[in-house]
């Protein structure tokens, strides 16, 4: 009877699984994100397989270059010889025909700052910024050779102003019309992004509250969605999910797009923690996290959850 009259039922075409890529011959496990890989070219080729074979609906690359490839213009990210535009062309050859290939438009993981885009030589007391103009004119360049490698989405997520509608141009005069835009359009300073960068083997230090979005600030949200939105975007991303899940369905009621919500790393590894430790049911529990997200209007959610959610739909 429960199942019969339930009202969300989450399915494996909802869900997109976070993969990295490294420029390594050997995958290797990441401490605290449990039972994620850092993948080598060849063990993301086996997942994207398992992936496709469980029916998800998409895979999100992040690729991790070797600390001598990143500099600070984060060039490796624009290389088609680079680790992530190479394991685009990769999944693209072996899945590309029954799974969304998605790439992460950003310059974060190729800068040896960790920032999200091209720094100031100053800004308020002395400190570096981000130029944001001259950010998504790389963004525009990632976006097009992302395509070229084979990436059916691209996904703007450093927050920069005007970034979906610089895309859009950038792919549509370079003759990829089909690519479309998942944008991370409220993105939101927060303090659950720390397995993340362990993951990606981040340069990061210092915070990224001058282009993400306060927690503090739910209209803000909804403003930001709005404004990619209304320069192109296909898809608009409120990112992370169980903590904002007030912005996931105030986005959600208004938006003529697709919403997607990214469970992040930390939200993941709490519950995988908790359940190491034999405190919570961890299947149960990530399972209700997942329901409730797309319970508060998520179309789409990205969760490193996805293979261990898709089989009990």
Known sequence: MRRLVSEVRPHPAQLVLPMFVADSPDPQPIASLPGVMRHSMDSLAAAAHDAASA??????LFGVPQPRDKDATGSAALDPNGILNRSL???????GDSIVIMADTCLDEFTDHGHCG?????????D???????????????????AEAGAQVVSPSGMMDGQVAAIRAALDAAGHTDTAILSYAAKYASALYGPFREAVDSSFTGDRRTYQLDP????????????????GADLVMVKPAGLYLDVVSDVAAMSPVPVAAYQVSGEYAMIQAAAQRGWIDGPAAMREAITSIIRAGADVVLTYAAMEVAPTR
């Open 55 to 60: 029916g998800l609906g998409g895979i999100m």
């Open 89 to 95: 062309s990769r999944v693209a050859s072996e899945v």
């Open 118 to 126: 091209v720094l100031t030589p100053g800004g308020r007391n002395g």
């Open 128 to 146: 570096h910024i981000v130029d944001n103009d001259a950010t998504i004119e790389l963004y525009a360049r990632q976006a097009v050779a992302q």
């Open 216 to 231: 503090a600030n739910r209209r803000a949200g909804l403003l930001e969605a709005r404004l990619d939105i209304d320069e």
